[in-house]
């Protein structure tokens, strides 16, 4: 849903498109006359506006915050771990839940999260043999159920944060650490 505020001051639009089959961008300034008449932009004004604002968001968040889509490589496939349902696997369009994303599995109380959660954790053990770690923010997880679905629990680490704070503290911890 878009929520549309009124401004204290009227804008009018300048330039509509940027040179680019992936990127448009409508520019705004305040109206100098009650006419609504407007000057157009010359092209190489909204192109260093464009580039100043790359430069920008990259020194604040990083190289490679705005990516042109059309000069990146796209990955041709992506490694996923099966969420245990095939049905699920072909729904999510990959095959499953991508591997080296975080992925936050939401809905209401006992409409299977854990259950998901602990199945995709299974078929991961099952296929690199490897470690997991589970944040069980709702304190629901049951080791003998997590067994019963092929968790090696011997390989399973758990926390039970207190507060989402830690809960993504501990994540973004146990992340880095590789």
Do not use: N, W
Not at 14 to 34: G, I, N, Q
Not at 48 to 60: D, K
Not at 116 to 137: N, P, R, W
């Amino acid at each position: 849903m878009l929520h549309l505020t009124r401004l204290p001051v009227r804008l009018a639009p300048v330039a509509a498109t940027v040179s680019s089959p992936y990127l448009s961008c409508v520019r705004f300034k305040r109206s100098a006359a009650k006419s609504g008449r407007v000057s157009a932009a010359s092209g190489s004004d909204r192109s260093a506006a464009l580039t100043m604002a790359i430069r920008q968001i990259e020194s604040s968040f990083g190289k490679g915050a705005v990516l042109q889509l059309g000069s990146t490589k796209i990955a041709e496939r992506v490694d996923v771990i099966s969420s245990g349902s095939l049905s699920l696997d072909l729904a999510l369009g990959v095959g499953g839940i991508p591997r080296g994303r975080v992925v936050e599995i939401y809905g209401p109380e006992s409409s299977g999260k854990t259950t998901l959660a602990l199945s995709c954790i299974a078929e991961a053990q099952k296929t690199d043999g490897g470690v997991c770690a589970f944040i069980d923010a709702e304190h629901a997880i049951d080791a003998h159920y997590a067994k019963a679905l092929g968790v090696d629990i011997d390989a399973l680490y758990v926390s039970q944060p207190d507060s989402g704070e830690e809960a993504l503290e501990i994540a973004d911890t146990l992340i880095r650490s590789g």
